[in-house]
């Protein structure tokens, strides 16, 4: 089996939070690209093989809930980590429940990110989802 670079899409309109992801991520070895909105979110999932999405729900033109939805509505099966600032326990259990595959509201720290990044890329790696 060929190593595939693991393709980390940052759906995040805070240019500089979506900076320090995508610097911190690359420093990692992870390639990234960032969408700063839930409609160029969905075509990059349509057009690039990712393989991890951060998610943020507060998104302009599309939000991230609707994103989730449609990507899982789909069939995609890549890990979709929501990042938010919505630290109430429905959010968390609305979005764990429309298949987000984590949670993990803002502010956080990056090395707890990261972690959690680097479990779910290693399940995809060896087929457990």
């Excluded at 190593?3 to 995040?12: S, T």
């Excluded at 700063?36 to 393989?51: F, Y």
């Excluded at 939805?69 to 959010?91: H, N, Y």
Aim: net charge negative; with cysteine; proline share 2%.
């Amino acid at each position: 089996m060929a190593w595939v670079m693991n393709r980390i899409l940052i759906a995040e309109d805070e240019t500089r939070l979506a900076a320090f992801l995508e610097k911190g991520l690359r420093q990692y070895g992870y390639e990234t690209v960032v969408a700063e909105d839930g409609c160029q979110a969905l075509a990059v999932t349509q057009t690039e093989e990712i393989t991890l999405l951060l998610l943020d729900l507060g998104l302009p033109i599309k939000d991230g809930w609707a994103v989730l939805e449609e990507l899982r509505s789909q069939g995609e099966k890549f890990p979709i980590i929501v990042v938010t600032a919505f630290s109430d326990d429905k959010s968390r259990a609305v979005a764990l429940a429309a298949g987000a595959t984590d949670y993990v509201t803002k502010p956080f720290r990056f090395s707890d990110l990261l972690a959690k990044v680097q479990t779910y890329l290693s399940k995809e790696e060896i087929g457990i989802h």
